[in-house]
């Protein structure tokens, strides 16, 4: 079992930058691969990015590609996720998961979920 919340979620103008934290308690969290998954209003919740347990691989969303990176530390039990250059698009609930699937860009590729935390980017 494993318990992750995600921290670090605010208001910020186009252009700037957030850095999303998720904290993980529980069993075994280096070796999960963790994702991070962003819903907007309206939408399905879509992939971010993903970190193998490892931290070896990392895949993002083409649409963040350079601007956003996830990384992990594993001594810590946290993932995170610095996000810069900002846009309204970027506005949604961002949660944090954990799975075994490598690469794993599905919801369905994971079993253990945060509650999210808002990021909203005013234009």
């Known amino acids: 079992q494993l318990q992750l919340v995600e921290s670090g979620g605010g208001l910020v103008q186009a252009g700037g930058s957030l850095r999303l934290s998720c904290a993980a308690s529980?069993?075994?969290?280096?070796?999960?691969?963790m994702g991070w998954f962003r819903q907007a209003p309206g939408k399905e919740r879509e992939f971010v990015a993903a970190?193998?347990?490892?931290?070896?691989?990392?895949h993002y969303i083409d649409s963040v590609k350079g601007q956003f990176t996830i990384s992990r530390d594993n001594a810590k039990n946290t993932v995170a996720l610095q996000m810069t250059n900002l846009t309204p698009e970027d506005t949604a609930v961002y949660y944090c998961a954990a799975g075994v699937v490598a690469g794993g860009r599905r919801v369905a590729d994971y079993t253990y979920w945060g509650h999210g935390t808002q990021v909203t980017v005013s234009s």
């Open positions: 529980g069993s075994s969290f280096s070796s999960y691969n």
């Open positions: 970190i193998s347990w490892h931290s070896a691989n990392t």
